[in-house]
């Protein structure tokens, strides 16, 4: 990948308060133990499904990194 996930996720913040996917990215900027230049979705997921502010839906994650890896691997 050519960014960590949380680069690549900043590009959603500032969106509509209906958009999970911006709301996600808010969280996750405000939250100052996320794993800033991690990639990988195991360490990713672990860290939102156990450590994470419970505003950063699972869901959503899976729906980003999906977005992520599509983007950021041509």
């Known amino acids: 990948m050519d960014r ?3 680069h690549f996720a900043l590009r959603y913040r500032g969106g509509g308060k209906d958009d999970v996917k ?5 969280k ?3 939250d ?3 794993p800033k230049n991690e990639e990988e979705f195991d360490t990713l ?3 939102v499904e ?3 502010d419970h505003d950063l839906s699972s869901t959503t994650f899976d729906e980003l990194y999906a977005i992520y890896q ?3 691997s041509r």
């Open 70 to 72: 599509d983007v950021c």
């Open 22 to 26: 911006a709301m996600f990215a808010e």
């Open 32 to 34: 100052p133990s996320f």
């Open 50 to 52: 156990d450590q994470a």
């Open 28 to 30: 996750m900027f405000r």
């Open 45 to 47: 997921s672990r860290y």
């Open 4 to 6: 960590s996930f949380y």
